[in-house]
């Protein structure tokens, strides 16, 4: 097949959607598929990739390069795009990364999107999407299983985060949980990896709680440097206070080999499967129950981990590609 991925953000932009975008083309090409990658992501260096990348088009020039394809994956639903890619006449599969919108504060563009999005082939990566995105078939998120993966080293019994530091990412649930349990586990830090505007915010809560000798903010990392600090800590936190679509970082931990402790309405309880604990959305109480139990039970890490082979199998990039391939090409056929 000729595909053609349509990813509003792409490399060097940095985002949960742009390397699966990646992911998903490298795997297709590796499967014996021609792909090509548009994006309205501007870069002025040169690409290196296995594919061409089509940056920024006109729509002239977005409509002949879908035309030229057998089908079109895009991401996310973008209504200023979403004309010219079904003018080209090819079929179209959405893959929806959010919600499209709040439910509790729907703006009227996410009315409409959500409108549109009855009359499109739709995909979405947990059962929580599935019941924000009606007729949608499901594909899990891909990891990067080659550079997230365990090891024998020693762990420390530190607690880490790792997102952006903004109100609804729950960092600050975190450092208050922490705060109840720090003067029981004194031995026990919590390292903060992650950039935002909240910063500060975080950093005032933590001197508030004179816990600034025991948090560390490390700053943003990704690749290889997050997966080695990933794979020197026993439990990894993802206290998002929002529904989490999925939650990709919850499964590059386990492939890591941590312990997840993850909100608990969203998609994050997908991306763990039943290897982890769950608390609820914002409650700093029931995420210190959590912690407390972790730090308490030194066995719990291994009883809960047991079997997740299986599971990041599942997640895999060549079987989620796979996937996507037998999706695409049954519609291309019909």
């Known amino acids: 097949m000729k595909i053609a991925i349509y990813s509003s953000h792409f490399r060097p932009s940095i985002g ?11 795997e297709f090409q590796r499967c ?27 729509r002239m020039a977005l409509l002949a390069a879908c035309r030229r394809c057998d089908v079109i994956l895009a991401m996310p639903l973008a209504l200023h795009s979403l004309p010219i890619l079904l003018a080209s006449g090819r079929p179209v599969f959405i893959r929806h990364p959010s919600p499209l919108g709040n439910d509790a504060r729907l703006r009227p563009v996410d009315r409409l999107k959500r409108f549109v999005a009855r009359f499109t082939n739709n995909i979405v990566q947990s059962r929580y999407m599935a019941s924000v995105v009606r007729n949608a078939v499901i594909i899990r998120n891909p990891y ?7 090891s024998d080293m020693p762990r420390s019994t530190d607690l880490l985060f790792v997102g952006r530091l903004s109100p609804v990412k729950g960092c600050d649930t975190l450092i208050e949980a922490f705060a109840g349990v720090a003067d029981e586990f004194p031995e026990v830090r919590l390292n903060i990896v992650g950039v935002g505007d909240f910063r500060d915010t975080l950093e005032q809560l933590v001197a508030q709680h004179e816990l600034s000798t025991r948090v560390t903010f490390m700053g943003p990392k990704r690749g290889d440097e997050l997966a080695e600090i990933m794979r020197r800590h026993k439990v990894l936190v993802v206290p998002s206070r929002y529904h ?27 991306a ?12 700093a109480d029931d995420l210190e129950r959590c912690l407390r139990r972790v ?26 590609a796979q996937r996507y391939l037998d999706v695409l090409s049954e519609r291309v056929k019909q």
């Open 16 to 26: 949960g959607m742009e390397a699966i975008a990646e992911m998903l083309a490298e």
């Open 32 to 58: 014996g598929h021609e792909v090509v990658v548009l994006t309205e992501t501007t870069y002025d260096g040169k690409d290196e990739f296995p594919f061409p990348v089509m940056r920024h088009p006109s």
């Open 144 to 150: 990067d299983d080659k550079t997230f993966f365990t």
């Open 244 to 270: 989490e679509p999925f939650g990709i970082v919850a499964l590059e931990g386990l492939g890591c080999g941590c312990l997840p402790i993850v909100s608990r309405h969203g998609g994050l309880v997908d």
């Open 272 to 283: 763990i499967g039943p290897h982890g604990l769950t608390f609820e959305n914002g409650d």
């Open 295 to 320: 730090l308490q039970e030194p066995g719990l890490s291994a009883e809960l981990l047991q079997g997740v082979e299986g599971h990041l199998r599942e997640h895999e990039k060549n079987p989620v």
